[in-house]
């Protein structure tokens, strides 16, 4: 079972609701500048804010800055300064050692230089589709907070086609694989999205309770059915090496396919929301419900729809999890991916390519996390506290354009623009 | 005797826009002063400065000669000023006497509300400026006119002297309208002053004693109404010559093309606001529904486009049984939908003009190649549409909402005019527009009844049904009570219907 408590996450969901809102009619007229800018501010607000918790949560500095202001200082500085080369190091890699590394020309040492960076990429790739997910259902109006519990079923109808089938071709295996998790994952989706169409119920109370079913679920299936025969663990059996996505490096590399058929994806969804009919009506619906009934399209349809595509996505972040990287289902197999896709794609703008850079800076993030951790004795928690604070200004952007005194978009200009054309 | 209130010089300025440039004008006392202008020409912010709502950029306010600086509305009423705002502000459940006195109640001895001594004063403000009214009725039992009078007397409780009105007789009926006239005048004989927000040219000459004209925020005129004519007031407001005239050549009717029957249709809460209406259009021809505003006309355009369903009765299109259709499968038999309220049906504000442009269409050829919209047949169609319709945008892609009002109708009409249809079904086409846009999206409908296409009309305007018009059919409580053909009735005669009466001369248009 993952460790995550979702209840802690229902009021703070709801407030990204409103505020998600409120961004989304917003971001439309923010200028092109600003919408870079204001994440690259937040994030570099968010790493400050970083420091400081890490300073004051630590004992030493305290003890040094009774010795002496200068002291105190020093410490505080140094602290910062480890924690964050650690988390570079971790996250990108050590660019002396990477250097040495290609200088020596020894393949051993060359993976060992660029490890950290492919594990990032390693992380990165179930936040694409977790963060697709999220972004996809934003843009049609519906709030997904099941991503979580979607990327358990998706991994779990992943694995069991993974293991099950025997003798397949791998070209055959693993897209069959990847269809079984977006299938499962979608059939997540699809249940509350059915429900908010049919009935009024709420998407955000059904996605929370369907990660409930999902959890249990999946708890249940590893004690049971899909356990490992040979084992007293909560583990599935290894999947079949023809549904394995294959890796392009040696061990310990986990690098797999599975980052590329992302990227994929990313292009994939940007196609379909903004070229094609389906993502027209789905956007339509999103942003003016009673428009898109005007203009002759079924609402409840397009929400069914839109939340059996989310939770498809998001069923493929597992699978890709599974297929790629652990190769066998076990309760931690998503560490919060589909809670953080929700940052995530705010982060992202909801857009599919905002979403693959934010994607990228989560999994950098997480993956340094652990290195900062090790070498510096930072707790991983002060990088959740620089997502959420990226994540706050974020969503209240007055508060960066405070802080670097930006000034409003002007949006007014362009209307001044249109009226002085002459109309009313 | 200085005047009771004078600007000077006032300025307002929001980013990229100054609202109010350097206004001057005087109130004196006794008077109604009609502030004329189009939307957006700054009338309204205009009011909000001196009412404080906003604090202005530079300039003066004098009140009697004395220089004044308001800080929140109350230093505004404590100074004898008085708004009678378009949306009231009153509380539907509670009895008149209580709305009065909200913010400013009597009370007796240990703190009780004395409704008692409110009500007396109420009734004496009443007859001394003939307000007629019940103090312990309840506001959501009276209807629209009477709640504007108690906004009016809540404002006299509180002793204004200046009184002003914002767009009072939107939601009027004519006759509403005439009896407010009358209790204006009636004010203003008893020495208050009145303010007189308008963009309708005839209520401002027959109820004015001086008129300001402002443009782009700026006083581009003051007359009096016996030197203006409607056409030198609209020629000022819009800054150009406009024809209010319709020259309109007799209709060549053609086949049935709308065919309703015994429609029935609930609102939201079930109850039954479309009460068996039968109505037929013919090809080349305007059938206006006259009435005011929430008397079912709402509901039977949504039942006609598919957007509710209807409890009972029939809709035919062309022979086409469409009661039980989707809006799209009726968008399809060629009818197009002028909806009421374009911000929230007719157009996605967020999405730019073009993408707005196919809004209905974009699913089909050569939109659409197998699911696959081609955005850039979308844009050439935009650009085109944007020249035909005279559409004011800095570019097809801007996003509609940045638009002004009158060119977010000009997307919907371009947008709905431009694919063939057979029934166009306008609902309040020119709602909130100023007099260039109306004079222009009047001319589009009357062209499209001339080759041929069958019109349903839709608006609380009385001047507009009359324009417009070759049959009218009043509605009043979800009945259809009255089909004139044009011509045979007057607009006063028109408005007795409106409010249920139906005058003798008419009795033989009147449907039972």
């Known amino acids: ?424 | 005797m200085p005047p009771v209130l004078e600007f000077k010089n006032i300025t307002k300025v929001f980013p990229g826009v100054i609202a109010n440039d350097k206004v001057c004008f005087s109130l004196e006392k006794g008077e109604i002063l009609a502030l004329l202008g189009e939307n957006g020409a700054g009338k309204t912010t205009l009011m909000n400065v001196l009412y404080s709502l906003y604090q202005p950029d530079d300039g003066e306010i004098y009140i009697e000669g004395e220089k004044v600086t308001f800080q929140s509305p109350c230093d505004a009423i404590d100074k004898g000023i008085g708004m009678v705002h378009q949306h009231f502000m009153l509380v539907p459940v509670f009895n008149v006497a209580e709305n009065v006195m909200l913010g400013k109640e009597d009370v007796k001895a240990g703190g009780f509300l004395d409704i008692e001594t409110t009500a007396k004063k109420i009734l004496e403000i009443s007859e001394e400026y003939k307000l007629e009214v019940n103090p312990y009725d309840l506001i959501k039992d009276l209807p629209v006119g009477v709640q504007q009078r108690v906004e009016i007397i809540k404002l006299l409780f509180r002793g204004a002297e200046v009184l002003i009105f914002d767009e009072p007789t939107a939601v009027l009926t004519p006759q509403e309208a005439d009896d407010l006239f009358v209790i204006i005048r009636s004010l203003a004989k008893q020495g208050k002053s009145i303010i007189f927000i308008t963009h309708k040219l005839r209520e401002v000459l027959d109820l004015a004693d001086r008129i300001i004209v402002l443009r782009q925020g700026i006083v581009v005129g003051e007359t009096t109404p016996d030197k203006a004519s409607k056409n030198s007031l609209a020629a000022m407001m819009v800054g150009r010559e406009v024809i209010l005239e319709i020259d309109k050549s007799p209709a060549i009717v053609g086949k049935q093309i709308l065919s309703v029957n015994n429609l029935i249709v609930t609102d939201n809460k079930k109850q039954v606001t479309v009460d068996e209406v039968s109505l037929d259009v013919k090809a080349g021809e305007i059938l206006g529904i006259a009435g005011v505003q929430g008397n079912g006309q709402t509901e039977l355009v949504e039942a006609l486009t598919g957007l509710r369903t209807l409890s009972s009765g029939q809709i035919k299109i062309e022979g086409v049984d469409v009661s039980h259709s989707t809006p799209r499968k009726i968008t399809e038999l060629g009818v197009a939908h002028i909806p009421e309220d374009r911000q929230r049906d007719g157009l996605v504000l967020p999405f730019p003009v073009l993408e707005n442009l196919v809004l209905c269409t974009y699913y089909l050829p050569p939109f659409a190649k197998n699911k696959f919209i081609d955005w850039k047949v979308a844009t050439r169609h935009a650009e085109e549409l944007k020249k035909q319709f005279d559409i004011r945008t800095p570019s097809v892609t801007t996003l509609v909402g940045n638009l002004s009002g009158g060119n977010q109708q000009k997307v919907i009409v371009a947008r709905e005019l431009s694919r063939p249809i057979s029934l166009l079904v306008a609902s309040q086409p020119t709602r909130g527009l100023d007099v260039g846009s109306i004079e222009y999206i009047h001319n589009q409908i009357l062209n499209k009844r001339d080759e041929g296409v069958a019109i349903l009309l839709v608006s609380p305007e009385l001047d507009e049904i009359m324009q417009l018009s070759d049959r009218i059919a009043v509605m009043f409580r979800g009945k259809i009570l009255a089909i004139i053909p044009a011509g045979k009735a007057s607009k006063e005669e028109v408005g007795l219907i409106m409010a249920g009466i139906i005058p003798d001369a008419l009795s033989e248009f009147a449907i039972n």
């Open chain 1, 1 to 424: 079972m993952t460790k995550k408590k979702p209840e802690k996450n229902i009021a703070v969901n709801i407030f990204f609701e409103e505020m998600s809102k409120r961004i989304n009619s917003r971001n439309e007229k923010r200028s092109t500048w600003q919408s870079l800018l204001i994440p690259f501010l937040a994030i570099i607000t968010g790493l400050i804010f970083g420091a400081i918790f890490n300073v004051i949560t630590n004992v030493d500095v305290y003890t040094a800055f009774k010795t002496s202001f200068i002291d105190g200082l020093a410490l505080a500085w140094k602290t910062v300064a480890v924690s964050y080369s650690a988390l570079f190091k971790g996250a990108v890699g050590d660019p002396r050692f990477i250097i040495e590394a290609l200088r020596s020309g020894d393949k051993v040492i060359i993976t060992r230089a660029f490890y950290p960076i492919t594990e990032s990429l390693v992380a990165t790739t179930p936040y694409i589709f977790a963060g697709l997910a999220v972004a996809l259902g934003f843009k049609a109006g519906v709030f997904n907070i099941g991503a979580e519990g979607q990327i358990f079923i998706g991994a779990a109808t992943s694995v069991f086609v993974g293991y099950y089938f025997t003798g397949l071709p791998a070209y055959i295996h693993i897209p069959f694989a990847l269809l079984a998790g977006a299938v499962g994952g979608g059939l997540w989706g699809f249940i509350p999205g059915w429900l908010k169409a049919k009935t009024g119920g709420h998407e955000v109370i059904n996605t929370i309770m369907m990660n409930y079913i999902a959890f249990l679920l999946s708890d249940w299936l590893l004690r049971g059915p899909l356990r490992r025969p040979d084992t007293y663990q909560s583990v599935s059996p290894a999947i079949q090496k023809s549904a394995e996505l294959p890796r392009f490096f040696p061990d310990p590399i986990r690098f797999h396919a599975g980052f590329f058929i992302a990227v994929g994806f990313i292009i994939l969804v940007y196609i379909f929301m903004f070229k094609t009919t389906w993502g027209f009506n789905l956007r339509m619906v999103g942003v003016n419900p009673n428009a898109a009934k005007y203009a002759g399209i079924n609402v409840g349809q397009n929400i069914i729809l839109a939340m059996t595509l989310s939770g498809a996505l998001a069923g493929m972040a597992g699978a890709i999890e599974v297929l790629g990287v652990n190769h066998a289902l076990f309760g931690a197999i998503s560490s919060g991916y589909g809670f953080d896709s929700i940052a995530l794609a705010l982060l992202g703008n909801n857009n599919p390519i905002g979403v693959g850079f934010a994607a990228l800076l989560f999994g950098t993030l997480t993956n340094g996390a652990t290195k900062m951790q090790m070498d510096a004795r930072i707790p991983v928690e002060i990088i959740s506290i620089i997502q959420a604070i990226i994540l706050m200004f974020i969503a209240a952007p007055a508060i960066i354009r405070t802080i670097y005194r930006l000034k409003e978009p002007k949006e007014q200009d362009q209307l001044l623009a249109a009226s002085n054309l002459g109309g009313n």
